[in-house]
């Protein structure tokens, strides 16, 4: 395959530790000629970049949009019909609330061929590194994975389905609705339920809160806990493995 010939490449970057990425992710970013960037990726990443490689951000930070997703779809197929090899890289997994499919949808349009790399989803990865997992025989069956943020900027229906349910809820982008995720719960009687909160998981400047239903918003408070961060609701809470020490052992040989 010619470097010149226009494709897209979708990678996902994985939760924030740089080691969390694939090495077939790395593969394509050494090879891009051209790297749209968000904002939740570790930027350690980007050295793996030739030096010659192209580096857009195009991420949101503190509710500013670097690019509207009308102005990215459009900067991917420029740049990739301009240089050839086009990496989109994207936090987690971008085919979990990423928007990736919604890219490779547009551009594929214009004719670029299309890849994808997936990544470790944070709402796995995050959960795991705090020893917290997200099935466990006798604590939990099944798992919901759900927007806490629509397309029209409200809490998913889906949160109300599944605080019916006794499956582990992890809510992605929902700090700004945790009142109502919590007003929700309490109305199925679980106020007790054990929920954490997460906030910049897998990387060194980590921050957990570890509380109750009834308990959360004052936590939240008091560790100033904010976005980005991934909420976990359910018994598996209370299964939370201490692993520092086994973690550091492993990384110390």
Same mark, same amino acid.
């Given at each position: 395959m010619s470097l010149q010939t226009p494709r897209l490449t979708v990678v996902?970057?994985? %939760?924030? =530790?740089? =080691?969390?990425? @694939?090495?077939?992710?790395?593969?394509? &970013?050494?090879?891009?000629n051209v790297i749209l960037y968000d904002a939740l990726i570790n930027e350690s990443l980007l050295k793996y970049a030739s030096e010659d490689t192209e580096l857009i951000f195009v991420g949101k930070r503190k509710g500013c949009y670097a690019f509207q997703q009308e102005q990215i779809n459009e900067l991917i197929v420029s740049k990739a019909k301009e240089k050839g090899h086009v990496v989109r890289l994207k936090g987690g997994d971008p085919f979990i609330f990423g928007r990736g499919a919604e890219e490779i949808d547009y551009v594929r349009q214009f004719g670029l061929e299309t890849f994808v790399v997936p990544g470790i989803s944070s709402s796995?990865? !995050? %959960?795991?590194?705090?020893? &917290? %997992?997200? @099935?466990?025989?006798?604590?939990?069956?099944?798992?919901? !994975?759900? @927007? +806490?943020t629509t397309k029209k900027h409200q809490l998913s229906n889906d949160v109300a389905l599944a605080a019916k349910s006794t499956a582990t809820v992890v809510v992605l982008m929902?700090?700004?609705?945790? +009142?109502? /995720?919590?007003? /929700?719960f309490s109305n199925?009687?679980?106020?007790? @339920?054990? /929920?954490?909160?997460?906030?910049?998981?897998?990387r060194d400047n980590e921050n957990v809160g570890i509380g109750t239903i009834s308990t959360i918003e004052k936590i939240v408070a008091e560790k100033q806990l904010a976005n980005p961060a991934i909420i976990i609701i359910g018994d598996v809470v209370k299964e939370r493995a201490v692993l520092s020490a086994v973690y550091n052992e492993v990384v110390s040989r």
């Open positions: 996902g970057a994985g %939760p924030g =530790d740089e =080691d969390l990425i @694939t090495l077939k992710a790395i593969k394509a &970013i050494e090879s891009a796995v990865a !995050v %959960p795991a590194y705090q020893g &917290i %997992p997200l @099935t466990k025989r006798g604590a939990s069956e099944s798992f919901w !994975v759900i @927007t +806490g929902g700090m700004s609705k945790l +009142g109502e /995720i919590v007003k /929700i199925e009687n679980k106020q007790d @339920t054990h /929920i954490a909160i997460i906030q910049n998981g897998t």
